[in-house]
């Protein structure tokens, strides 16, 4: 599978009582089908809300995030492409199954 094929998205929860301590923002890396599963399982699991949600993932030149990096984004799209190869090579170690980081 090329990287392209995989989703890598970083999600951050909350509970309605702003007063608890939120968890930690989250990591899943798998095909798009594992992450959403994954994501609903683990926000049933802990009993958290979804609060954001973002793609981690290479931005193609003249995009809007793109543009806003400016002179790094060139420098932040190779760390990124590079993290998300080492997550890729996890994946495989891990038998495909779904990385929850």
């Known amino acids: ?8 998205i970083i999600c951050s929860f909350y509970r309605k009582n702003i007063y608890e301590d939120e968890p930690p923002n989250v990591t899943f890396f798998g095909t798009e089908k594992q992450v959403s599963q994954a994501r609903t399982q683990y926000s049933n699991d802990i009993g958290y809300n ?6 981690v ?7 809007y995030w ?10 932040i799209n190779k760390r990124t ?8 090579q996890l994946y495989i170690k891990n038998n495909k199954k779904t990385l929850i980081l």
Not at 1 to 8: A, G, I, N, S, W
Not at 57 to 63: L, R, Y
Not at 81 to 88: S, T
């Open 57 to 63: 993932k290479v931005e193609p030149k003249d995009s």
């Open 81 to 88: 492409k590079e993290k998300l190869e080492k997550l890729k």
């Open 1 to 8: 599978m090329e990287l392209m094929e995989y989703k890598c």
């Open 66 to 75: 793109y543009n806003i990096y400016g002179d790094e984004a060139e420098d």
């Open 50 to 55: 979804v609060n954001e949600t973002f793609d």
